[in-house]
């Protein structure tokens, strides 16, 4: 009666486990997939509870019920391992006024909820906590099904100086557009795009071929260049400096991608920006 779910989870390789005879093993099942969506968890507690080595507690919902979920990390010796409880809640959790057993409300405040906590207020894109939660796990499922994964690294030129001249009202509607501009560049059902920090973005590009890579980015940036943000009797142009970086035949941590693309960005931005 406490839980309607417990399993073993590898949040990493996103697998079930199974645990027999005091070990544990992966097994076929996608963790995932219970939620019936398709798709990786934006906001997954799991990667999380690895990561950090510490419980974590989360409202989610399927079609048909609002779970609650508690992520525990299990120590083991070389896998990671995550335990999970599901508790549905639909009936019981109770916030605010209304029909409760509805659940209508309740769906929209852990919609909002689970937002809050991965998308940068300003610009909707993805923020850091995501590009530090997904990367890695991005680089582990490319590593498997042996498929190149590339991350783009944007800076904004000249943004301390947009800033300084028109005001920082003006550089968010600067940061604003160039995300509109990086979103509408890539592909909304297989690649993300996230707002770093300050005026900085990362893509991620997955299971893309270097050649498409480089005109992806060749897209971002002209997409961007070809901003027009209108001041009193003025029109501000907008650029950007760009790094790429391809994981294909060997794999890297997300420390290293970020990195690596970001040097490459700045040898742009030294070399003559745009």
Not at 46 to 56: G, I, T
Not at 119 to 140: G, K, Q, W
Not at 141 to 168: C, R, W
Request: some cysteine; aromatic content about 6%.
């Amino acid at each position: 009666k406490m839980y309607d779910a417990v399993r073993l989870v590898d949040p990493v390789h996103k697998k079930v486990l199974e645990y027999r005879d005091r070990s544990m093993g992966k097994t076929s099942r996608i963790c995932y997939d219970y939620w019936g969506n398709g798709g990786i968890c934006d906001n997954c507690i799991s990667v999380r509870a690895h990561c950090e080595n510490k419980s974590y507690i989360k409202l989610e919902q399927d079609q048909d019920a609002i779970m609650l979920v508690t992520a525990i990390p299990i120590e083991t010796d070389d896998t990671a391992a995550v335990l999970e409880l599901f508790k549905n809640a639909t009936d019981s959790m109770m916030i605010g006024t209304g029909n409760y057993n509805d659940g209508k409300e309740m769906r929209h405040i852990i919609y909002d909820m689970n937002n809050m906590i991965i998308r940068d207020h300003l610009t909707s894109l993805y923020n850091r906590r995501f590009v530090d939660d997904r990367l890695p796990v991005d680089i582990v499922k490319a590593t498997v099904a042996e498929q190149p994964l590339s991350t783009i690294f944007i800076d904004i030129d000249n943004m301390k100086t947009i800033n300084d001249t028109y005001g920082h009202i003006t550089g968010d509607l600067v940061l604003k557009q160039v995300a509109a501009a990086v979103q509408n560049s890539i592909r909304a059902d297989l690649d993300w795009a996230a707002r770093y920090g300050g005026d900085e973005f990362i893509v991620c590009l997955n299971n893309m071929e270097e050649d498409e890579v480089l005109r992806i980015a060749e897209r971002v940036r002209s997409n961007i260049s070809s901003i027009e943000v209108p001041i009193q009797n003025e029109k501000i142009r907008i650029t950007a400096s760009l790094g790429v970086q391809t994981m294909s035949q060997s794999s890297f941590t997300a420390e290293e991608m970020i990195r690596r693309a970001d040097e490459k960005m700045y040898q742009e931005k030294k070399d003559g920006k745009n």
